[in-house]
């Protein structure tokens, strides 16, 4: 097959040679100067970009790796930030695989609730906003908090919640443009995160996972964990991500659904059709044994899931991870490692003393990062308890 891959990353799950024989495809990339030492030899054809956000220059190496390879039979992105891009080179090209249309209903936050909605199921009320005064209106007629999110944003970036009608929204006109922005009611809960890949319409892998803390409590500087969870609520969630899948209409590949456990019942919150971020890959790699990176990769060459286990994930095995963010500003001086500590702690990765934390660690380069396993979530539930109150550090303020 000819295959086109668009990539903006320089670490491992970049590195596409474990996961696809660069021999028996012609393999073509646009890509980003760093990650060049890690293309294997013999691709079909490779092009570099300064940034894959810029579209203009992306569209361009696009054409140029068509002219030089021939038509693509697939084309693989496997950041969220890049599945437009990818969709409309499909579209271009008569490649197959997601079109434009289809990837909104899993990027565009407006887009999916409102396929959730006419599927019959719970989503918070929501509308797109282009003014402040929109904002304001919207708060007006909730009873409770409300908020603000980029419509194709992704890990909490540019979200805030207002807890009140009266609240700042004049910041906003100052700080950015809000015509990619949308406004949705807040629903207090339980969030839970539902990992798996579908193929062929059906859903071959699940595994749901309750928060301790949130997304966007991480963005503003506080832990979050999470623990697969195996009992009759974690199938309702599950069962009901299944429903808004269905809804979305996406039938092959992987998905990180999220799920508000509202009083009255789940309420869907949003979904990404690509691997969850953080810990999520290398747990469900490490501790149930499926890479869904490769899987993805497997199903979008028109491929069967072979990691799969047949029985599904082994049900008396439980894991979980931890973050802890990086505190900006600040270098690290010395932390103290955890691993042989705590209980059902397996792997952890910690950054080197004199890391200068500079607010671009993402879910990456951050103050601390494990992950764990064990025979029950409460286990696991106090394992990460554990380790917020014994991790031990010193850090060191900018001069």
């Known amino acids: 097959m000819r295959v086109l891959i668009l990539n903006r990353y320089s670490d491992s799950f970049a590195d596409y040679g474990r996961y696809l024989d660069h021999t028996a495809h012609r393999v073509s990339y646009v890509t980003v100067t760093a990650h060049l030492p890690m293309i294997p030899a013999g691709v079909g054809h490779v092009e570099t970009v300064a940034s894959l956000d810029d579209q203009e220059a992306v569209e361009s190496a696009v054409s140029r790796c068509h002219r030089a390879a021939g038509p693509f039979d697939a084309v693989l992105a496997l950041s969220e930030f890049d599945l437009l891009t990818a969709a409309r080179v499909r579209e271009r090209f008569a490649t197959p695989g997601p079109d434009v249309r289809a990837t909104l209903l899993v990027r565009d936050k407006t887009v999916m609730k409102e396929a959730v909605a006419r599927a019959g199921l719970r989503v918070p009320r929501f509308t797109p906003v282009r003014t402040s005064a929109d904002i304001a209106a919207f708060a007006r007629s909730c009873a409770g908090p409300v908020v603000v999110k980029p419509r194709t944003g992704a890990a909490s970036a540019g979200v805030r919640i207002i807890r009140s009608a009266s609240g700042d929204f004049e910041s906003y006109e100052v700080e950015e443009s809000l015509d990619d922005y949308e406004?949705?009611?807040?629903?207090?809960?339980?969030?839970?995160?539902?990992?798996?890949?579908?193929?062929?319409?059906?859903?071959?892998?699940?595994?749901?996972?309750?928060?301790?803390?949130?997304?966007?409590?991480?963005?503003?500087?506080?832990?979050?964990?999470?623990?697969?969870?195996?009992?009759?609520?974690?199938?309702?969630?599950?069962?009901?991500?299944?429903?808004?899948?269905?809804?979305?209409?996406?039938?092959?590949?992987?998905?990180?659904?999220?799920?508000?456990?509202?009083?009255?019942?789940?309420?869907?919150?949003?979904?990404?059709?690509?691997?969850?971020?953080?810990?999520?890959?290398?747990?469900?790699?490490?501790?149930?044994?499926?890479?869904?990176?490769?899987?993805?990769?497997?199903?979008?060459?028109?491929?069967?899931?072979?990691?799969?286990?047949?029985?599904?994930?082994?049900?008396?095995?439980?894991?979980?991870?931890?973050?802890?963010?990086?505190?900006?500003?600040?270098?690290?001086?010395?932390?103290?490692?955890?691993?042989?500590?705590?209980?059902?702690?397996?792997?952890?990765?910690?950054?080197?003393?004199?890391?200068?934390?500079?607010?671009?660690?993402?879910?990456?380069?951050?103050?601390?990062?494990?992950?764990?396993?064990g025979p029950s979530a409460k286990d696991i539930e106090e394992a990460i308890a554990e380790t917020i109150a014994s991790y031990r550090y010193e850090l060191a303020g900018d001069r």
Not at 252 to 274: M, N
């Open 183 to 373: 406004v949705e009611e807040f629903l207090d809960g339980p969030i839970w995160h539902v990992d798996g890949l579908r193929h062929r319409g059906a859903t071959v892998f699940r595994l749901a996972s309750r928060y301790l803390g949130t997304c966007h409590g991480f963005a503003l500087g506080r832990p979050l964990g999470s623990v697969v969870v195996r009992d009759e609520e974690a199938g309702l969630i599950g069962g009901f991500a299944d429903r808004c899948l269905d809804a979305l209409g996406l039938s092959d590949g992987p998905f990180h659904l999220e799920v508000i456990q509202h009083a009255d019942g789940p309420a869907f919150l949003e979904v990404g059709a690509r691997v969850g971020g953080g810990e999520i890959p290398f747990v469900m790699d490490e501790v149930y044994g499926v890479d869904l990176v490769h899987e993805w990769i497997r199903v979008l060459l028109g491929e069967h899931p072979v990691g799969i286990p047949e029985s599904g994930p082994d049900p008396e095995t439980y894991a979980g991870f931890l973050m802890l963010p990086e505190p900006r500003g600040h270098t690290l001086v010395s932390r103290t490692g955890m691993l042989g500590r705590i209980p059902h702690l397996y792997a952890e990765v910690l950054p080197a003393p004199g890391h200068r934390f500079d607010g671009t660690g993402g879910y990456d380069t951050i103050l601390g990062r494990f992950r764990y396993r």
